[in-house]
């Protein structure tokens, strides 16, 4: 079993439309957690870091339910460049001590007009 | 500001040869991390140093080292290469503490034949 995983998709979804993805972690020591777009042959960007509190930017939510262990990230009124694929991303250590940083598989979502 | 800087951009080898990889950090970055991504895959985290030292080591042979300047920038160095090690390397660097978000270079897409 991997250590973060994601529904790989593809989500095929309208313009307009809200989608949700999940993303799961087996290490309950997982420190921090984060969603990145990544664009076809591009570099992960930022999307938005996932607090305890949940928090939200503009049209995109995320959440952390770390008795459950998961993350979601929810999109309302997707627009046609919201079109990537969307990677979970669990920081499982401290800068003091080993640090390992784990990348789901992505989740890929395409808006269409 | 420059964001992060890798070099080269492409790379074409043949098994068994030897690589080096280069990365610059955003200035005022401290840490370096590196990560490993194939087609259709999520980054695999690699390496991650801070302030010149080792913090965190991925699932990788010992083929694969890297080291952090007193500068802060950083090489991946890649020996015996097999066609396998064909990827995309990704770059990135962060302010201290586990919450500080990556910043991703552009990536160097090594091509091993």
């Known amino acids: 079993r991997k250590e973060v995983e994601q529904d790989p998709g593809p989500f095929n979804v309208p313009e307009g439309a809200t989608v949700a993805f999940n993303c799961t972690y087996s290490?309950?020591?997982?420190?921090?957690f984060f969603w990145y777009r990544q664009d076809c042959r591009k570099e992960p960007k930022l999307l938005m870091s996932?607090?305890?509190s949940g928090n939200e930017d503009g049209r995109f939510t995320a959440q952390l339910n770390r008795a459950s262990q998961y993350i979601s990230l929810l999109i309302r009124d997707s627009k046609l460049s919201d079109s990537a694929t969307y990677l979970c991303v669990v920081n499982r250590g401290r800068y003091s001590s080993a640090s390992k940083i784990i990348f789901g598989s992505g989740t890929r979502l395409s808006i269409r007009p | 500001d420059a964001g992060v800087t890798q070099s080269p951009t492409h790379l074409i080898k043949t098994r068994g040869q030897h690589v080096t990889l280069r990365c610059s950090p955003i200035?005022?970055?401290?840490?370096v991390s590196w990560y490993q991504q194939v087609l259709g895959q999520g980054p695999q985290f690699i390496f991650q140093y801070y302030e010149k030292e080792e913090r965190g080591r991925g699932n990788f042979p010992d083929r694969f080292s890297a080291r952090q300047f007193p500068n802060y920038s950083s090489e991946l160095n890649v020996n015996a290469l097999l066609l396998g090690d064909s990827a995309l390397y990704l770059c990135a660097s962060s302010l201290a503490g586990e919450n500080s978000p990556l910043h991703f270079g552009n990536g160097t897409r090594l091509t091993v034949t």
């Open positions: 200035s005022g970055h401290k840490s």
């Open positions: 290490n309950s020591a997982s420190q921090s």
């Open positions: 996932v607090y305890s």
